[in-house]
């Protein structure tokens, strides 16, 4: 299996950070190739579609964004701690949502934007900006 536990999250002023941190276990995840896992963060506002935020290759080489956080946020990942990072930065009260690590695998670890790529899912930690 697949553990993926996300911490971070809690309430902030417009134009703040935070860091949010996802840390993968499992003894599925240690016999993967690391090479083909692409871990992405998504997120989900009340009443909203969960949507595509950042992804990274494991490697950390590859990352993607959306549009809506591409000169905010940014991803990264320290493979020592089997850690996937997503730095907040400017936030804006429509970033308020639960935040979601999930985990995805190819054979090229391409990272990918699409919900049905992941097959693996944290609980998801809220994000709560305030104007």
């Known amino acids: 299996q697949v553990q993926l536990v996300e911490s971070g999250g809690g309430l902030v002023q417009a134009g703040a950070s935070l860091r949010l941190s996802c840390a993968a276990s499992?003894?599925?995840?240690?016999?993967?190739?690391?090479?083909?896992?692409?871990m992405g963060w998504f997120r989900q506002a009340p009443g909203k579609e969960r949507e595509f935020v950042a992804a990274i290759s494991w490697s950390g080489i590859t990352t993607d964004y959306a549009d809506s956080v591409k000169d905010r946020f940014s991803i990264s990942r320290d493979s020592a701690k089997n850690t996937v990072y997503l730095q907040m930065n400017s936030l804006k009260p429509e970033d308020t949502a639960v935040y979601f690590c999930?985990?995805?695998?190819?054979?090229?670890?391409?990272?990918?934007?699409?919900?049905?790529?992941?097959?693996?899912w944290g609980q998801g930690t809220q994000v709560t900006v305030s104007s």
């Open positions: 499992g003894r599925t995840f240690s016999s993967y190739t690391f090479s083909t896992v692409v």
């Open positions: 999930a985990l995805g695998r190819s054979p090229g670890g391409n990272p990918s934007g699409s919900r049905s790529f992941y097959n693996y």
